[in-house]
């Protein structure tokens, strides 16, 4: 069966500096996969490169075609939203306006559909329409990352570490939400995770990284089960 996401031989670069050596990974339609790895291992890097945000080389197919060349916005009118690492908002936007500019590919007459989808799963975001982003609690900024990525109706979500920097509460109310997409409209996601034991708990399978390259993979269970993941991420 051909996997929604397939990766293969993939490098991703910065300038001279090559970050990424030759990964190989898959997220099949409505899974969610989970990327582990320390700090500098290349997670972020892998995200980057498969919405075309820095050069890179190697076999990237989205829904069976080649996107590997496809510049950032071609690629996020397929389906493939990617929510950054940093929230990703525009400060100085209303909650409003960035939920329109995660719209942008979206027909006009589709917006109030669309943002009655995603209100019901953030309502205080209609609600509070008019706020300037930057004026939000960090919980609430990366609330909107993920509400404007939904507005794109994407086929695939990407998260890079939506949990950074958050309270335990907003983070478990988070993954609640990423949950309940990933279960009740099929969503794929595709999230990476410095919170080994929450990523592991939501996804099914997971890729460890380690210099670039993929060290380990494998189910969620059988990573939970893995002795040097135990001791590297797990803490136990």
């Known amino acids: 069966m051909t996997a929604l996401l397939e990766v293969d ?8 500096f090559t970050a990424l050596h030759g990964i190989t990974l898959a997220v099949q339609e409505g899974e969610m996969v989970a990327i582990l790895g320390a700090n500098g291992a290349g997670k972020t890097t892998t995200l980057r490169t498969v919405s075309g945000t820095i050069p890179r080389r190697g076999r990237i ?9 496809l510049p950032p916005d ?10 950054p690492e940093g929230r990703g908002t525009v400060a100085e936007l209303t909650v409003m306006e960035n939920l329109r500019l995660g719209a942008y590919s979206r027909p006009a007459r589709a917006f109030r559909d669309d943002l009655q989808r995603v209100a019901a799963y953030f309502p205080w975001m209609e609600r509070r329409g008019g706020q300037q982003a ?4 960090g919980g609430e900024q990366q609330m909107l990352a993920l509400g404007r990525a939904l507005m794109l109706r994407p086929r695939l979500l990407m998260l890079d570490e939506p ?24 969503l794929a996601v595709l999230t990476v995770e410095q919170n080994a034991m929450l990523a592991l708990e939501s996804a099914t399978r997971a890729y460890v990284l380690e210099g670039g390259r993929v060290a380990l993979e ?8 893995n002795e040097s993941v135990r001791r590297s991420y797990l803490g136990y």
């Open 134 to 137: 930057g004026t939000l609690s």
């Open 61 to 69: 197919a989205f829904g069976g075609r080649d996107i590997g060349r």
């Open 9 to 16: 031989g993939l490098t991703g670069s910065y300038g001279s």
């Open 163 to 186: 949990s950074l920097g958050l309270a335990p509460i907003v983070v478990q109310d988070l993954y609640r939400i990423v949950r309940t997409l990933n279960r009740e409209e099929g």
């Open 218 to 225: 494998g189910s969620s269970a059988e990573l939970r089960g």
């Open 74 to 83: 071609r690629i996020a009118r397929l389906g493939v939203a990617h929510a």
